[in-house]
Nanobody
Framework: QVQLVESGGGLVQPGGSLNLSCAAS????????MTWIRQAPGKGPEWVST????????DYADSVKGRFTISKDNAKNTLTLQMNSLKAEDTALYYC????????????????WGQGTQVTVSS
């Protein structure tokens, strides 16, 4: 079964950086697209980024483009999200997820998400 465990969240000041990790088990991330999603308090889930199975295609939401970098280590079955120049509006629970739901830029079904890691950007 799909298991995804995120880590690396925390409290950071505006302009700071964080590196999120997602350890996958039960499937091979090298054989599937992987996605990061975030959900701020009181808001619906927001697509952040998706990477193709071999990593050759990476796409980002306009709100994070140029600041966030998605990558994967297929040998370690691990997905990462490097987040730089963080802003208060990046505060959210961040989830990694298997696949997508209709194409890049869509959000996978909930049963393919991890449990999330909290990112708080505040001075």
């Amino acid at each position: 079964q799909v298991q995804l465990v995120e880590s690396g969240g925390g409290l950071v000041q505006p302009g700071g950086s964080l590196n999120l990790s997602c350890a996958a088990s039960g499937f091979n991330i090298g054989a599937t697209y992987m996605t990061w999603i975030r959900q701020a308090p009181g808001k619906g889930p927001e697509w952040v980024s998706t990477i193709s199975p071999r990593g050759g295609i990476r796409d980002y939401a306009d709100s994070v483009k140029g600041r966030f970098t998605i990558s994967k280590d297929n040998a370690k079955n691990t997905l990462t999200l490097q987040m730089n120049s963080l802003k208060a509006e990046d505060t959210a629970l961040y989830y990694c997820a298997k696949g997508f739901n209709g194409g890049i830029g869509t959000i996978p079904t909930r049963d393919n998400w991890g449990q999330g890691t909290q990112v708080t950007v505040s001075s």
